[in-house]
């Protein structure tokens, strides 16, 4: 009878040896044990420790992972610092929700051209573009997921014929 007390508890001894659990480290300081399932091109797919539900987190989001079976270190992304509107160029345009995960929801954002201007659509646009990264940048924010993207050309756009872009998102932080 001991023996067979001694081999069980043997057995889940070396069972929870085994079972190491995968780290993945948060660009915010935060640590998630679990088993990561799969790496997509911008998603991780994986699962809590003692957990079956899937769960996925945006690799913007996302330092590194190291897994617990093999040690392997695997740096997903670097960090991006956004200090002041200087640091524009730094902001990231998302235009898929799935990406923003494990991000945090900021303040709607938007960047448009004036009314009355003589630019091609594609300078208008760029304009527009910098202007809503100008607008995150303030905020300290180096995420935007793009919400609307308009442009105007013509008569459709203002009495002179001239050009408009309008472009709106909500600005994310770590």
């Not at 300081?29 to 699962?47: A, H, M, Q, S």
């Not at 769960?55 to 670097?78: C, D, L, M, P």
């Not at 300290?140 to 001239?162: E, Q, R, Y």
């Amino acid at each position: 009878m001991k023996k067979s007390i001694l081999l069980l508890m043997l057995l889940m001894t070396s069972s929870l040896i085994f079972a190491q659990t995968d780290k993945i480290f948060k660009h915010n300081g935060e640590t998630v044990n679990g088993k990561v399932i799969r790496l997509d091109e911008y998603v991780i797919v994986f699962k809590y420790d003692g957990e079956d539900a899937e769960n996925s987190i945006g690799k913007y989001a996302i330092e590194k992972i190291v897994y617990g079976k093999s040690g392997r270190v695997e740096e997903v992304s670097e960090k991006i610092i956004v200090n002041s509107e200087k640091d524009w160029e730094k902001v990231v345009i998302l235009e898929e929700k799935s990406y923003i995960a494990g991000l945090k929801k900021g303040e709607e954002v938007r960047g448009k051209t004036g009314l009355i201007n003589f630019q091609t659509g594609n300078t208008g646009d760029k304009k527009a573009e910098k202007k809503l990264k100008m607008e995150a940048a303030k905020l300290g924010c180096p995420f935007i997921l793009l919400t609307a993207d308009k442009t105007t050309v013509g008569a459709s756009s203002n009495s002179l014929g001239g050009s408009q872009a309008i472009k709106k998102g909500v600005a994310y932080k770590y």
